[in-house]
Nanobody, 117 residues
Framework: QVQLVESGGGLVQSGGSLRLSCAVS????????MAWYRQPPGKQRELVAG???????NYADSVKDRFTISRDNAKNTMYLQMNSLKPEDTTVYYC???????????WGQGTQVTVSS
């Protein structure tokens, strides 16, 4: 049973910082892509940032230069350092992984981030 457990969410003032973590446990062979998604109220789930097994990254335009994604392959853990947070960053953040060569996709349960103005 593969589990993704997010942590690090919470309440922060505008301009503040938070660091999200996603720890992957269970029987899993090879994690290729890891990513953070979020789902603003009334909107579809959107990609925040992704990181490949080799360390290549991509970001949504709205978070570039503010958020940094990283991963520790030895610990099967991914991080999202969020700086200069804005009220519009308020929503639930989800951890996502995809395995290869046999492709499986897993989601975490989500962690709430609330940025007050």
């Amino acid at each position: 049973q593969v589990q993704l457990v997010e942590s690090g969410g919470g309440l922060v003032q505008s301009g503040g910082s938070l660091r999200l973590s996603c720890a992957v446990s269970g029987s899993i062979f090879s994690i290729d892509l890891m990513a953070w998604y979020r789902q603003p109220p009334g909107k579809q789930r959107e990609l925040v940032a992704g990181i490949g097994s080799g360390g290549s990254t991509n970001y949504a335009d709205s978070v570039k230069d503010r958020f940094t994604i990283s991963r520790d392959n030895a610990k099967n853990t991914m991080y999202l350092q969020m700086n200069s947070l804005k009220p519009e960053d308020t929503t639930v953040y989800y951890c996502y992984i995809m395995t290869r060569p046999r492709v499986y996709v897993y989601w975490g349960q989500g962690t709430q981030v609330t940025v007050s103005s």
